[in-house]
């Protein structure tokens, strides 16, 4: 059974910056597509970002283009989130995925994590 499992969360302070991680275990999953959907509690989960096998392709939701960046070490088999200038809004537990297809299909993600919670304060 394949895990992926996320650190980094925690609190931030508006503007500040962190970084997630999200190691594979049990199986490989270099050759998937990584990337990072976010929930707040009674909302729609929401893609945040993607990252294609090999790193040279990537795409972002508009909320957080400019602002965070995907990132992966195939060798280590994990997968990062930088967030820079975060915001309140940016709150959320943050889900590490992969999928066999990129970019990701909306309907569908064959790997989940089990979730990290980043709490950004004013």
């Known amino acids: 059974q394949v895990h992926l499992v996320e650190f980094g969360g925690g609190k931030v302070q508006a503007g500040g910056s962190r970084r997630l991680s999200c190691v594979t275990s049990?199986?490989?999953?270099?050759?998937?597509?990584k990337g990072w959907i976010r929930q707040v509690p009674g909302k729609d989960r929401e893609f945040v970002a993607a990252i294609n096998w090999n790193g040279e392709g990537t795409y972002y939701s508009d909320s957080v283009k400019g602002r965070f960046t995907v990132s992966r070490d195939n060798g280590k088999d994990t997968v990062y989130l930088q967030m820079n200038s975060l915001k309140p809004e940016d709150t959320a537990v943050y889900y590490c995925?992969?999928?066999?297809?990129?970019?990701?299909?909306?309907?569908?993600?064959?790997?989940w994590g089990q979730g990290i919670q980043v709490t950004v304060s004013l």
């Open positions: 049990e199986l490989s999953l270099s050759t998937f597509a």
């Open positions: 995925v992969a999928d066999s297809i990129y970019p990701f299909r909306n309907s569908h993600l064959d790997y």
